[in-house]
């Protein structure tokens, strides 16, 4: 499993269905950033964290799961509408906000420890959500199946993870310093909501990586 091949492979997909992706994400992404800068300008700035992850955990399980969906579909040569695939996500919220909100949790722990474990289980996480929407797991089922599945694939999966996040929290870093402390509020919202679509192309990444180590699938519906 070559990383810089999964790269490619995942910029060209990301790029050839950009009229597809965009339509599908980008309105609940921005509704996200609204929502998140409009709450966090009426609350203390110590309370500012918590509630954004709360933000984050209603919107972004919709969002994942429909582009999730329409990877799914593509990989296999369907067309499903944008309605399609946002009523199939609706049904996947509660669980996959539950499985978000675990693994960022275990991020956030792992975190206060030291970057590496924080990285070691996001990498070991990076299946858990595939394993949810396309499987049909529990949270904890897919945690635990995603423990599993990459295991022998850790490295590769870490170089994946590094060639993605660390360029995205880059360009995170500038565009705040090109913003200054005095910040315009539409000029942060634009470039929040462009940051925010931006790290969908990791799903993207990780969706390769998932179809690479991911037994087949029987017409029975379990993996071989």
């Excluded at 909100?101 to 996480?125: E, Y």
């Excluded at 850790?154 to 200054?180: E, H, K, N, Q, Y």
Aim: hydrophobic content about 55%; some cysteine; aromatic content about 10%.
């Amino acid at each position: 499993m070559n990383p810089l091949n999964i790269l490619r492979d995942a910029l060209f997909f990301f790029t050839r269905n950009l009229g597809r992706i965009a339509p599908l994400c980008l309105p609940l992404v921005a509704l996200e950033c609204i929502v998140r800068a409009v709450l966090i300008s009426q609350i203390s700035p110590e309370h500012a964290p918590a509630y954004g992850l709360l933000v984050s955990l209603l919107f972004y399980p919709l969002y994942s799961a429909a582009l999730i969906l329409l990877l799914d579909a593509r990989s296999q040569g369907r067309r499903p509408s944008t309605r399609n695939l946002l009523a199939a996500a609706v049904p996947l919220w509660p669980a996959f906000a539950v499985l978000a909100g675990i693994s960022t949790l275990l991020i956030m722990l792992a975190a206060s420890v030291f970057v590496l474990p924080a990285l070691w289980v996001m990498v070991k996480l990076a299946f858990a959500e595939y394993l949810l929407v396309l499987r049909g797991l529990t949270p904890l089922q897919a945690m635990r199946d995603s423990f599993l599945l990459t295991v022998g694939h850790f490295w590769s999966l870490l170089a994946c993870v590094l060639l993605v996040i660390v360029p995205l929290w880059l360009f995170d870093d500038w565009t705040l310093r090109l913003l200054g402390q005095q910040s315009d509020a539409v000029g942060s919202l634009l470039l929040d909501c462009l940051n925010g679509f931006l790290q969908l192309f990791s799903t993207v990444v990780l969706f390769r990586c998932f179809m690479l180590c991911s037994p087949p699938i029987t017409e029975s519906g379990e993996a071989s």
